[in-house]
């Protein structure tokens, strides 16, 4: 049957669900709560996500709270002014200046005004998305060499976006954000977190508003794939 796969994977669903999620800002129900089963059920399937040695030492803090939300806000608040100021380290106004420069025609670039107006919104409005969920990974590496830190960091972005993908497959949106990592000792104690577990990422959650998400504008694979060595086309 057409959308199906060997195994009977409905393969039309699944490729819908990846190719539409993505950090929403602007349509998410600041009004609307979310049950909490529904936050429990879409962790248990993130747990399946691979973890480096099967060590499995990630951890979810899920903050509903008004109060705790709102004292996230604050300090998200703060790092998304320093970061749309130019002050944190290594960015620039509306782009990151490691690694990726856009010129002026660039889609990319273009996009930013968009991109920057719904950041202002998250940033105005973070107390108000009613689940924050926080990820966390036990241990410090951030001096460690690149080899361990990409043992690290794949024991637990894994996670974090299997966590994105089932909850918009329930109906939840969230965005991806790490304003918070710039006081991260502040969130630590507020959470009461262990000071050798690293913060990872926090998923504002909520259920999405108006209709359904479409893909995202991409440069096709072709541009971006490379075959048996950098810049080689696929031959034949």
Same mark, same amino acid.
């Given at each position: 049957?057409?959308?199906?796969?060997?195994?009977?994977?409905?393969?039309?669903?699944?490729?819908?669900?990846?190719?539409?999620?993505?950090?929403?800002?602007?349509?998410?129900?600041?009004?609307?709560?979310?049950?909490?089963?529904?936050?429990?059920?879409?962790?248990?399937?993130?747990?399946?996500?691979?973890?480096?040695?099967?060590?499995?030492?990630?951890?979810?803090?899920?903050?509903?709270?008004?109060?705790?939300?709102?004292?996230?806000?604050?300090?998200?608040?703060?790092?998304?002014?320093?970061?749309?100021?130019?002050?944190?380290?290594?960015?620039?106004?509306?782009?990151?200046?490691?690694?990726?420069?856009?010129?002026?025609?660039?889609?990319?670039?273009?996009?930013?005004?968009?991109?920057?107006?719904?950041?202002?919104?998250?940033?105005?409005?973070?107390?108000?998305?009613?689940?924050?969920?926080?990820?966390?990974?036990?241990?410090?590496?951030?001096?460690?060499?690149?080899?361990?830190?990409?043992?690290?960091?794949?024991?637990? !972005? &894994? @996670? /974090? $976006?299997?966590?994105?993908?089932? #909850? *918009?497959?329930?109906?939840?949106?969230? +965005?991806?954000?790490?304003?918070?990592?710039?006081?991260?000792?502040?969130?630590?104690?507020?959470?009461?977190?262990?000071?050798?577990?690293?913060?990872?990422?926090? !998923? &504002? @959650? /909520? $259920?999405?508003?108006?209709?359904? #998400? *479409?893909?995202?504008?991409?440069?096709? +694979?072709?541009?971006?794939?490379?075959?048996?060595?950098?810049?080689?086309?696929?031959?034949?």
């Amino acid at each position: 049957m057409p959308g199906q796969s060997h195994t009977n994977i409905d393969l039309a669903s699944v490729d819908h669900v990846m190719k539409t999620t993505r950090t929403v800002r602007l349509r998410l129900d600041l009004e609307r709560s979310v049950p909490n089963s529904l936050i429990e059920d879409a962790i248990e399937v993130a747990l399946q996500a691979p973890t480096g040695g099967n060590s499995q030492t990630w951890r979810f803090v899920v903050i509903t709270d008004e109060d705790l939300r709102a004292s996230i806000a604050a300090l998200y608040r703060q790092g998304a002014e320093r970061y749309l100021a130019g002050e944190a380290e290594g960015v620039t106004r509306g782009r990151v200046s490691v690694g990726t420069q856009y010129s002026d025609d660039d889609p990319r670039q273009q996009r930013m005004p968009k991109v920057i107006k719904s950041a202002i919104h998250l940033m105005e409005n973070l107390h108000r998305v009613p689940v924050h969920i926080m990820l966390f990974l036990e241990n410090r590496f951030e001096h460690e060499d690149v080899f361990t830190q990409s043992c690290m960091w794949g024991s637990i !972005l &894994p @996670a /974090a $976006w299997s966590l994105m993908l089932a #909850l *918009r497959a329930r109906g939840i949106a969230s +965005a991806w954000t790490t304003f918070t990592l710039m006081y991260e000792k502040e969130i630590q104690e507020l959470l009461g977190v262990p000071p050798h577990y690293t913060q990872a990422v926090l !998923l &504002p @959650a /909520a $259920w999405l508003k108006g209709d359904d #998400l *479409r893909p995202a504008k991409r440069f096709p +694979a072709k541009d971006v794939t490379f075959w048996n060595g950098w810049e080689k086309p696929l031959v034949g």
